[in-house]
T-cell receptor
Framework: GAGVSQTPSNKVTEKGKYVELRCDPISGHTALYWYRQSLGQGPEFLIYFQGTGAADDSGLPNDRFFAVRPEGSVSTLKIQRTERGDSAVYLC??????????????FGPGTRLLVL | GDSVTQMEGPVTLSEEAFLTINCTYTATGYPSLFWYVQYPGEGLQLLLKATKADDKGSNKGFEATYRKETTSFHLEKGSVQVSDSAVYFCALTKSNFGNEKLTFGTGTRLTIIP
């Protein structure tokens, strides 16, 4: 079946612009996570959705970052007034969330964001 | 807070060599431990996992044992292949009402030479 998809695969923008990054999780997966991976680093958690609600947004770096998942499926990560330091690969992952221990997360290919 | 420290790379080995990539963690309670792998041009994928102390995760000839006494989850393979060339990430999670956000190490780039 289809995996997690993310669009666009690459995004180049100018400092100060607004961007939206989209994630299409695996069908039926209720849990959705966003991570950010800077060059040479491991992914860092941004936000977790259970269904439509953001259950944990403790990883969002500041109020320029916002994410939604209005129908409990597709999610959009929104970044306002982009800064050069926002340049990174943004990863989305989903899981069935059967509330078992150590549930596998399935990652998308990522969106590579470059802020000039 | 929780953290994962893994062996810095890059690591270069000859084909059929023995591989160890060290991973230690700092966390309260009882985390689940993972190794994720990122092959060139592909997304992150789960390699193996262990959810409690003394569990051994295994997949594709790779193994790692959850050692609570040394807070470690070292990745091993007896005979590596060129196709094992990738970046390997150690990670942990602590389930909290279904929230399984992952804390990753910085990654170890492995290159296998024929």
């Amino acid at each position: 079946g289809a995996g997690v998809s993310q669009t666009p695969s690459n995004k180049v923008t100018e400092k100060g612009k607004y961007v939206e990054l989209r994630c299409d999780p695996i069908s039926g997966h209720t849990a959705l996570y966003w991570y950010r991976q800077s060059l040479g680093q491991g992914p860092e958690f941004l936000i977790y959705f259970q269904g439509t609600g953001a259950a944990d947004d403790s990883g969002l770096p500041n109020d320029r970052f916002f994410a939604v998942r209005p129908e409990g499926s597709v999610s959009t990560l929104k970044i306002q007034r982009t800064e050069r330091g926002d340049s990174a690969v943004y990863l989305c992952a989903s899981s069935p969330s059967r509330r078992g221990l150590g549930e596998t997360q399935y990652f998308g290919p990522g969106t590579r964001l470059l802020v000039l | 807070g929780d953290s994962v420290t893994q062996m810095e790379g890059p690591v270069t080995l000859s084909e059929e060599a023995f591989l160890t990539i060290n991973c230690t963690y700092t966390a309260t309670g009882y985390p689940s431990l993972f190794w994720y792998v990122q092959y060139p041009g592909e997304g992150l994928q789960l390699l193996l996992k262990a959810t409690k102390a003394d569990d051994k995760g295994s997949n594709k000839g790779f193994e790692a044992t959850y050692r609570k006494e040394t807070t470690s989850f070292h990745l091993e393979k007896g005979s590596v292949q060129v196709s094992d060339s990738a970046v390997y990430f150690c990670a942990l999670t602590k389930s909290n009402f279904g929230n399984e956000k992952l804390t990753f190490g910085t990654g170890t780039r492995l290159t296998i030479i024929p």
